[in-house]
T-cell receptor, first 110, second 114 residues
Framework: ETGVTQTPRHLVMGMTNKKSLKCEQH?????MYWYKQSAKKPLELMFV???????ENNSVPSRFSPECPNSSHLFLHLHTLQPEDSALYLC?????????FGSGTRLTVV | AQSVTQLGSHVSVSEGALVLLRCNYS??????LFWYVQYPNQGLQLLLK??????LVKGINGFEAEFKKSETSFHLTKPSAHMSDAAEYFC????????????FGSGTRLLVRP
């Protein structure tokens, strides 16, 4: 347990489904992030939230919709995904001297 | 802008041999540097970090790294590899603009042969 908890650990969804990924941290960090890790590709930063406000969206398709209701929780809402969206989705939180990552959600889109 | 280059997508060593994973960075300001390890189907675990102070940094599991400003390097080493060290290793630098983003290298997969 790293202090950042992601649920579910595994998710299989059809292209017409709507699902949500959840991330929770109680480390007192004020910044939270979503990363995407695809096979044979570098880690891609998707979204950045600072003090609940989105400060960065790295040209992520609108079928991914983040939500940050408070500094401890971060969601990633998914709808009408494509098979190429299958990946490991990692959540992280940070303080000045480093990041803490969750264990990730392995998403498979069928 | 900061960036990170990891030389070698795969490194193979024998059990008991020295582990050396290379990382070079580009930064116009003093960097904060990190090494993370990722085991299969897991998230990223912090091995060690350099922010300020001593340039030789010791981390978990017997790993260490040395910040060399003149070479813009932050190579990761371990004197004697263990089978359990087989994993993917990521070097990263924190962007010093207002975003405070963590910028990753492409990763190096370490294989340990019996």
């Amino acid at each position: 347990e790293t202090g950042v908890t992601q649920t579910p650990r595994h998710l299989v969804m059809g292209m017409t489904n709507k699902k949500s990924l959840k991330c929770e941290q109680h480390l007192g960090h004020n910044a939270m992030y979503w990363y995407k890790q695809s096979a044979k590709k570098p880690l891609e930063l998707m979204f950045v939230y600072n003090f609940k406000e989105q400060t960065e969206n790295n040209s992520v398709p609108s079928r991914f919709s983040p939500e940050c209701p408070n500094s401890s929780h971060l969601f990633l809402h998914l709808h009408t995904l494509q098979p190429e969206d299958s990946a490991l989705y990692l959540c992280a939180s940070s303080e000045q001297n480093g990041y803490t990552f969750g264990s990730g959600t392995r998403l498979t889109v069928v | 802008a900061q960036s990170v280059t990891q030389l070698g997508s795969h490194v193979s060593v024998s059990e008991g041999a020295l582990v050396l994973l290379r990382c070079n960075y580009s930064s116009s300001v003093p960097p904060y540097l990190f090494w993370y390890v990722q085991y299969p189907n897991q998230g990223l675990q912090l091995l060690l970090k350099y922010t300020t102070g001593a340039t030789l940094v010791k981390g978990i599991n017997g790993f260490e790294a040395e910040f060399k400003k003149s070479e813009t390097s932050f190579h990761l080493t371990k004197p004697s590899a263990h089978m359990s060290d087989a994993a993917e290793y990521f070097c990263a630098v924190i962007s010093m603009d207002s975003s405070y983003k963590l910028i990753f290298g492409s990763g190096t997969r370490l294989l340990v042969r019996p």
